[in-house]
Nanobody, 124 residues
């Protein structure tokens, strides 16, 4: 079993940048797909980005494509979400999730392990 642990959230002005980190507690991410999701107040949790640990293939939601970058550091067993050109509508709790296997999916219900979330607030 792997337990994702997020960090790096905070308050930033519109147009600014933040980098979120997701580290593994329990075992490595080596045979997982790692995803980032977010949930804004009053809204459903939505897919943001995902990366296949083996090979590094990535997928992004249209709303963040070109602004956010997901990556992983295999030596540190950590996944990152670099968020640039942030907008107020990016304000949400961001969650890291792990899915056993190699198929990248966007459906929240197909991820097996979840972190506790980290708050990102973008002021206008």
């Amino acid at each position: 079993q792997v337990q994702p642990v997020e960090s790096g959230g905070g308050l930033v002005q519109a147009g600014g940048s933040l980098r979120l980190s997701c580290a593994a507690s329990g075992r490595t991410f080596s045979s997982y797909v790692m995803g980032w999701f977010r949930q804004a107040p009053g809204k459903e949790r939505e897919f943001v980005a995902a990366i296949r640990w083996s090979g590094g293939s990535t997928t992004y939601a249209d709303s963040v494509k070109g602004r956010f970058t997901i990556s992983r550091d295999t030596a540190k067993n950590t996944v990152y979400l670099q968020m640039n050109s942030l907008k107020p509508e990016d304000t949400a709790v961001y969650y890291c999730a792990a899915r056993r296997g190699i198929t990248i999916v966007q459906a929240m219900g197909l991820y097996d392990y979840w972190g506790q979330g980290t708050q990102v607030t973008v002021s206008s």
